[in-house]
């Protein structure tokens, strides 16, 4: 059976409370308000119930960000306000859900242990996206990319340094994270863009 939006909300929610290690099927069951032989018809494991909640979690904020950029765009926002929104709902809202809970180190190791394809898998499909999205912008005449630099690498690079955001120690408060998002989505449009 397919997991619904709400079943796998109430994982997610289970495992930023119960932590992932020491969790067991009959636990998560109970977290989620089901039996556990009823979660298994969902679930071979709670690996799987992991995964698929993560897969679910991140379209969700791909969905959001582009809808988002949509709108800033739409009520006359520049290319740094519209990357800045996006990328401050794909990276920052992650960053904003877990870093308070109290296993939220072993809730990011446990997504690099066993989501390492989802996360591959997604961030090219994300960067795909955005590159086309920056492509249409460009068509548009919102933004003029440099000569030497494709929508591709401008994709890349705005990824890439959302995710070093999430990636810095000590961690940055969670109120700090859609100003320094701005900031580097800042240097990497006007080093990419022509005035």
């Known amino acids: 059976m397919t997991p619904s939006p709400d079943l796998l909300n109430r994982v997610q929610t289970t495992f930023l409370s119960r932590g992932f290690q020491k969790l067991t099927m009959e636990a998560l069951a109970e977290g989620c308000g089901f039996t556990r032989r009823t979660l298994y018809n969902y679930f071979e494991n709670k690996d799987d119930a992991f995964r698929a909640m993560f897969r679910q979690h991140n379209l969700e904020l791909i969905d959001r960000c582009f809808a988002a950029a949509h709108s800033v765009r739409e009520t006359g926002g520049d290319v740094l306000d519209i990357f800045t929104t996006m990328i401050d ?105 022509e005035a």
């Open 89 to 193: 709902i794909r990276y920052g809202d992650t960053w904003r859900l877990i870093q308070p809970s109290p296993h939220a180190l072993e809730i990011k190791a446990t997504v690099f242990r066993i989501c390492t394809d989802i996360m591959i898998e997604l961030a090219t499909a994300f960067q795909a996206d955005l590159a086309a999205f920056i492509d249409t912008l460009a068509a548009e005449g919102a933004l003029h990319l440099k000569g030497d630099y494709s929508a591709a690498e401008l994709a890349q690079m705005l990824a890439d340094a959302a995710r070093g955001v999430n990636a810095v120690y000590p961690l940055l408060p969670l109120e700090h994270l859609t100003l320094q998002y701005r900031r580097i989505t800042r240097a990497i449009l006007y080093g990419y863009l």
